[in-house]
C-alpha cells in the first residue's frame, strides 16, 4: 500500500469534499475508494473500519479516521494548516465551526424535492448574505491580511473558498456586495496547489445530478 491518504466516500460532492480541500491545499496526493452499492457500505461496516457506522472514512498515518471534522483537524494539524498558537486555533474553529453551518444548508439544497428548491436557494441566500458573507468581510477588513488568522494558510481559508465558490455555483453573483471576499477568491484561487485542484480532471467534484441521487440514497438508507 502507498502513503497516500486513502478516501472511503461515494462518488459524488458531499462531506468528504472538505477533506479532498484541505489536502489539496497542502498539497498531498490521495486516493479514493467510492462505494458504489448499499453492500460497500456494509462491508466497512462489518470489518470494523467505521467507528461509527458512517463514512467519510480516511485511512491514514496507520489510522482509519472518521468524523469530518476530527479527520479535517488531524489534517490540518499535521500540514501546518492550524495555526501558530492556541489563539489563532480558536479563531480557525470559530470560522470553520461557522462555515460547516452554512456548508450544510448548501450540501443539502440538491437533495431537496424541485418544489422546494427555490424557497431552499432563497433561504440560503438569505443566511448566507446577511449572516455568513458578511462575517468574513469584516474578518478580512479588520484584520488586514491576505488570510483569516495571523498572515497564512489556513484550513479556515480554504474552507471559506470552498463554500464561497460552492455558493456561486447555485447563485453567480453571491458576492456581489463583498468586495473584499470577491478579492479574497481570486487571491486563494491562485495559489498554486488550489489552482490545480480547480482544474478540469481534479478530484474536486462537480455539483450532484438528479440522476445520481436516487443510487447515492439507496447506499446510506
Same mark, same amino acid.
Request: hydrophobic content about 45%.
Given at each position: 500500500?502507498?502513503?497516500?491518504?486513502?478516501? &472511503?466516500? +461515494?462518488?459524488?460532492?458531499?462531506?468528504?469534499? #472538505?477533506?479532498?480541500?484541505?489536502?489539496?491545499?497542502?498539497?498531498?496526493?490521495?486516493?479514493?475508494?467510492?462505494?458504489?452499492?448499499?453492500?460497500?457500505?456494509?462491508? *466497512?461496516?462489518?470489518?470494523?473500519?467505521? *467507528?461509527?457506522?458512517?463514512? #467519510?472514512?480516511?485511512? $491514514?498515518?496507520?489510522?482509519?479516521? +472518521?468524523?469530518?471534522?476530527? $479527520?479535517?483537524?488531524?489534517?490540518?494539524?499535521?500540514?501546518?494548516?492550524?495555526?501558530?498558537?492556541?489563539?489563532?486555533?480558536?479563531?480557525?474553529?470559530?470560522? +470553520?465551526?461557522?462555515?460547516?453551518?452554512?456548508?450544510?444548508?448548501?450540501?443539502? &439544497?440538491?437533495?431537496? #424535492?424541485?418544489?422546494?428548491?427555490?424557497?431552499?436557494?432563497?433561504?440560503?441566500?438569505?443566511?448566507?448574505?446577511?449572516?455568513?458573507?458578511?462575517?468574513?468581510?469584516?474578518?478580512?477588513?479588520?484584520?488586514? &491580511?491576505?488570510?483569516?488568522?495571523?498572515?497564512?494558510?489556513?484550513?479556515?481559508?480554504?474552507? *471559506?473558498?470552498?463554500?464561497?465558490?460552492?455558493?456561486?455555483?447555485?447563485?453567480?453573483?453571491?458576492?456581489?456586495?463583498?468586495?473584499?471576499?470577491?478579492?479574497?477568491?481570486?487571491?486563494?484561487?491562485?495559489?498554486?496547489?488550489?489552482?490545480?485542484?480547480?482544474? #478540469?480532471?481534479?478530484?474536486?467534484?462537480?455539483? $450532484?445530478?438528479?440522476?445520481?441521487?436516487?443510487? +447515492?440514497?439507496?447506499?446510506?438508507?
Amino acid at each position: 500500500m502507498s502513503g497516500k491518504p486513502v478516501l &472511503h466516500y +461515494v462518488s459524488v460532492r458531499g462531506r468528504m469534499e #472538505p477533506v479532498k480541500w484541505l489536502l489539496a491545499a497542502a498539497g498531498v496526493e490521495f486516493e479514493e475508494r467510492f462505494l458504489e452499492t448499499k453492500e460497500d457500505l456494509q462491508k *466497512l461496516r462489518t470489518d470494523g473500519s467505521l *467507528l461509527f457506522q458512517q463514512v #467519510p472514512m480516511v485511512e $491514514i498515518d496507520g489510522m482509519k479516521l +472518521v468524523q469530518t471534522r476530527a $479527520i479535517l483537524n488531524y489534517i490540518a494539524g499535521k500540514y501546518n494548516l492550524y495555526g501558530k498558537d492556541l489563539k489563532e486555533r480558536a479563531l480557525i474553529d470559530m470560522y +470553520v465551526e461557522g462555515l460547516a453551518d452554512l456548508f450544510e444548508l448548501i450540501m443539502y &439544497h440538491e437533495f431537496k #424535492p424541485a418544489n422546494e428548491k427555490e424557497k431552499d436557494l432563497a433561504n440560503i441566500m438569505d443566511k448566507a448574505t446577511n449572516r455568513y458573507l458578511p462575517v468574513f468581510e469584516k474578518v478580512l477588513k479588520d484584520h488586514g &491580511h491576505d488570510f483569516l488568522v495571523g498572515n497564512k494558510l489556513s484550513k479556515a481559508d480554504v474552507s *471559506l473558498l470552498e463554500n464561497i465558490l460552492w455558493l456561486e455555483e447555485l447563485k453567480p453573483d453571491a458576492l456581489a456586495k463583498f468586495p473584499l471576499l470577491q478579492s479574497f477568491k481570486a487571491r486563494m484561487s491562485n495559489i498554486p496547489n488550489i489552482k490545480k485542484f480547480l482544474q #478540469p480532471g481534479s478530484a474536486k467534484k462537480p455539483l $450532484i445530478q438528479e440522476k445520481d441521487i436516487p443510487n +447515492v440514497i439507496a447506499i446510506f438508507h
